[in-house]
């Protein structure tokens, strides 16, 4: 059982940089890929980005290639997402999950956070 906690979300402005960071319980952090969802009022989630075990392999979402950056470090049991260039389409609530391997879809996954809340305004 892995449980994951997210922060740094908030208001924003367009234009800025924010930094998410999530927390995983547990001793068996680095045996997971991790990823990065968001899923906005009214849409379907979508991926964002994820990282293989080690944290030598990304891959990211369409969207969000040049802008945002996944990374992790395995001895604090974290994984970040690096964001730059927001934009008010960027609004979402935004999840980190946890899997067996790195995959872009939701249903591969088989834990995950509580969400948290990033606002980009105008």
């Known amino acids: 059982q892995v449980q994951l906690v997210e922060s740094g979300g908030g208001l924003v402005q367009v234009g800025a940089s924010l930094r998410l960071s999530c927390v995983a319980s547990g001793r068996t952090f680095a045996t997971y890929a991790m990823g990065w969802f968001r899923q906005a009022p009214g849409k379907a989630r979508e991926f964002v980005a994820t990282v293989s075990r080690s944290g030598y392999t990304t891959s990211y979402g369409r969207s969000f290639q040049g802008r945002f950056t996944i990374s992790r470090d395995n001895a604090k049991n974290t994984v970040y997402l690096q964001m730059t260039s927001l934009k008010p389409e960027d609004t979402a609530v935004y999840y980190c999950?946890?899997?067996?391997?790195?995959?872009?879809?939701?249903?591969?996954?088989?834990?995950w956070g509580q969400g948290i809340q990033v606002t980009v305004s105008s």
């Open positions: 999950a946890a899997g067996p391997l790195i995959r872009f879809s939701s249903a591969e996954y088989d834990y």
